[in-house]
């Protein structure tokens, strides 16, 4: 049995052969060691300047985002308005989803131990789940709050328009400058991801707001508040429920989307010596950080050169053939009849 672990260099350089009861041992020089555990990828240095430079972001945001959260909450008390209390408790899942990722920005420039062979990686989409879940309760509960106020189960109405439209274009800038801030990393990692979009619903939460004090200062319809206040629970329950989804794919380590495991085993079977492959297993550890594993069984006799060519092979392919490029590989070359039967060297 040959085992070999392949990373984003695209070559295998083997550092040392050894012979264990006959089976042949191969170990992979360009996986270095960090603090006892193998040198990971996506912790390279410029990911930990992209993880500053996200750390930064998040943090002026969440600054900000606190001080409009008080004023809102302060606004939606005065006035009484549905939709400013929404908005202030979409403002209150920001402000801890903003800071649940700043600290996991702050983390993931941590490098991997022996305890931690992925380091905080993984931490991102525990965040973005966690903000999406409470995101979806909020969205719920001011649809039912809306839909009570609408058809008169409730008699709150909003009051005072023009501080309404204070706070809400207060808000509406303050969610603007947060956006801008955050868009340029939106598309790096599920983190990110996560704040851009609670900040993007807070715009829009805010126009609502602002347009809700528009209507009522010249219709005098106090009910629109409440509608404004529908609205924004409709634009943030189908966004919480996409990033739900997408945290818990990663965290059930689901098949990475786009890469084909049927495919993937078709062109491993066509390299050369490869008879077949089995215990074939992709997942996604964090964002841009899909692995696979592989049992790959060999043509008997083969030579150390000819087996290090398959490995090469093997990881350019994953590298290269498919929508999603892995470039963290792991294969077990295993010659033509051996077998996993031989418990007497098993843990020794």
């Given at each position: 049995m040959l085992y070999a672990e392949a990373t984003g260099s695209g070559q295998c350089a083997f550092s040392g052969v050894v012979d264990i009861f006959g089976v042949v041992v191969m170990t992979d020089s360009s996986d270095q060691a960090v603090d006892g555990a193998p040198h990971r990828p996506f912790q390279e240095e410029d990911e930990i300047n992209a993880a500053r430079g996200y750390q930064t972001r998040l943090g002026v945001a969440l600054a900000q985002t606190l001080l409009v959260l008080v004023a809102e909450v302060i606004g939606s008390v005065v006035t009484g308005s549905l939709a400013l209390l929404v908005?202030?408790?979409?403002?209150?899942?920001?402000?801890?989803?903003?800071?649940?990722?700043?600290?996991?920005?702050?983390?993931?420039?941590?490098?991997?131990?022996?305890?931690?062979?992925?380091?905080?990686?993984?931490?991102?989409?525990?965040?973005?789940?966690?903000?999406?879940?409470?995101?979806?309760?909020?969205?719920?509960?001011?649809?039912?709050?809306?839909?009570?106020?609408?058809f008169g189960f409730s008699q709150s109405e909003a009051h005072s328009d023009g501080l309404l439209f204070g706070f809400g274009l207060l808000g509406l800038f303050s969610n603007l400058v947060s956006a801008v801030l955050l868009s340029r990393g939106k598309n790096d990692n599920l983190n990110m991801k996560a704040a851009f979009l609670e900040t993007v619903n807070d715009t829009l939460g805010s126009l609502a707001v602002v347009a809700s004090a528009v209507v009522m200062m010249t219709t005098g319809w106090g009910r629109f508040d409440a509608l404004?206040?529908?609205?924004?629970?409709?634009?943030?329950?189908?966004?919480?429920?996409?990033?739900?989804?997408?945290?818990?794919?990663?965290?059930?380590?689901?098949?990475?989307?786009?890469?084909?495991?049927d495919e993937v085993r078709r062109h491993i079977e066509k390299v050369d010596h490869v008879v077949s492959v089995h215990d074939l297993h992709a997942s996604t550890v964090a964002t841009g950080t899909p692995t696979l594993s592989a049992h790959v069984v060999v043509e008997k006799g083969l030579s150390e050169s000819q087996d290090a060519e398959i490995l090469r092979s093997l990881h350019t392919c994953l590298v290269e053939h498919f929508p999603v490029s892995v470039s963290h590989t792991t294969f077990q070359l295993e010659p033509e009849g051996?077998?996993?039967?031989?418990?007497?060297?098993?843990?020794r």
């Open positions: 908005d202030s408790g979409h403002m209150l899942t920001d402000v801890a989803v903003l800071a649940a990722s700043t600290v996991t920005a702050f983390l993931r420039r941590r490098k991997p131990d022996k305890r931690l062979t992925w380091g905080y990686a993984r931490l991102e989409v525990i965040t973005a789940g966690l903000g999406a879940f409470v995101l979806m309760v909020v969205g719920i509960y001011a649809f039912i709050e809306a839909m009570m106020r609408l404004a206040g529908a609205v924004i629970a409709v634009m943030m329950i189908p966004r919480a429920f996409v990033l739900m989804r997408d945290a818990l794919k990663v965290l059930l380590e689901e098949t990475p989307e786009d890469l084909d495991l051996y077998s996993r039967s031989t418990k007497e060297y098993a843990h």
